[in-house]
């Protein structure tokens, strides 16, 4: 699973749990209707299928999940059954009820590599467990209840003292390691499944909550990206992957946030307010063993949610809205 993926987000509000006075999160509201029909225009096609205009037009399965999100919180059903009709027509496995991470169209084959992300997966389960319940949906329940099955069955592994979420079925459970992907834990879709079936979700929060109070790195204390698990507990920065914590990284506070987990972030927070407080801007990335920073700023969807994360008010969209900085920025104000 080749992943390109993305641009760069931001995060969320929180006062910091040491050193910072606590700031309150600003209010977040259902999207308007005028941001989720600039949103539909921009990158819904009719047929349902969501576009990621930093990558060439491709859709991805965390594409067709936020969009599935942000239909539900606009109480668009109309959209969200094109986007869930497409979604499993086009990237429903047939061997188990998970979705094919990326359609390339105009490609022959547009779903070569059958290979899911696991960030995908949660993302629809949850979509259609909320659809199915604010809409009286009995089909969209089934549906999420046997994604949520085959997550629990195919991703869920047991190695080095920990119980782990798979980023996806094939190439991270190594012989001596397993690599994850601490933003693939998308703690409200998790908080909602457990809801429906404690039982294989209660040792992943666990473990996934330990996991984010050891990973952290460098003088910053920051997560990366990409970590290795190996031996009893131990876990690093993955082998074969810059260290970084930046593009994947960046949706660690909005989803931790989002659930009620911000004392996770409050390295993260520490980092930025350094920033801030020197009038440096917030790079996209930054290298956790080099401390080297690319030479852009987050996106505008990223600033989003670093502003909430500081408890500072929204800052001015910036003429960078592609797919994945706006949904960020769209995803942050979607109330749990």
């Known amino acids: 699973m080749g992943f390109e993926r ?9 006062a910091l749990t040491t050193g910072c006075a606590r700031a309150k999160s600003p209010a977040r509201s259902i999207p308007d209707t005028a941001r989720w029909l600039d949103y539909k225009r921009r990158f819904l096609l009719p047929e349902g299928r969501i576009v990621d205009t930093g990558n060439g037009g491709v859709s991805h399965s965390e594409g067709q ?11 668009d059903a109309t959209a969200f059954d094109a986007m869930a009709r497409w979604t499993r027509g086009a990237l429903m496995r047939k061997d188990v009820a998970l979705h094919s991470w990326r359609f390339v169209p105009g490609q022959a084959n547009p779903v070569a590599d059958l290979n899911n992300a696991t960030d995908g997966d949660l993302l629809i389960a949850w979509a259609l467990l909320l659809a199915g319940h604010r809409w009286g949906k009995a089909d969209y329940l089934q549906q999420s209840a046997d994604i949520s099955s085959a997550i629990t069955q195919k991703l869920i592994v047991s190695r080095h003292g920990f ?15 397993v690599v994850i992907n601490p933003s693939y834990y998308v703690w409200p879709a998790i908080d909602a499944l457990s809801r429906q079936d404690p039982r294989p979700w209660k040792r992943v929060s666990a473990d996934g909550v330990r996991i984010m109070k050891v990973a952290r790195f460098g003088t910053n204390a920051l997560p990366t990206d990409w970590l290795d ?31 009620g987990r911000r004392s996770l972030c409050d390295a993260i927070a520490r980092y930025w307010l350094s920033l801030n407080r020197s009038g440096k801007p917030l790079p996209a990335w930054i290298n956790v063993v080099t401390g080297e920073t690319a030479p852009y700023p987050l996106s505008s969807g990223g600033s989003t949610i670093a502003a909430r994360l500081l408890g500072r008010p929204e800052p001015p969209a910036r ?18």
């Not at 993305?6 to 509000?13: G, H, K, M, S, W």
């Not at 809205?321 to 979607?334: E, H, I, K, P, Q």
């Open 6 to 14: 993305r641009t760069v987000l931001t995060a969320l509000a929180f």
């Open 163 to 177: 119980t782990l979420l798979l980023p996806g079925l094939e190439g991270f459970a190594k012989s001596d390691r």
């Open 319 to 336: 003429n960078d809205g592609d797919y994945y900085s706006t949904t960020l920025a769209m995803m942050n104000r979607v109330p749990i």
């Open 65 to 75: 999940g936020y969009g599935m999100l942000l239909a539900q919180a606009a109480n």
């Open 229 to 259: 698990i190996k031996g009893e507990g131990i876990v690093e920065p993955a082998e074969g992957r810059d260290p970084v914590f930046g593009f994947e990284g960046i949706r660690i506070p909005l989803y931790c946030q989002m659930s």
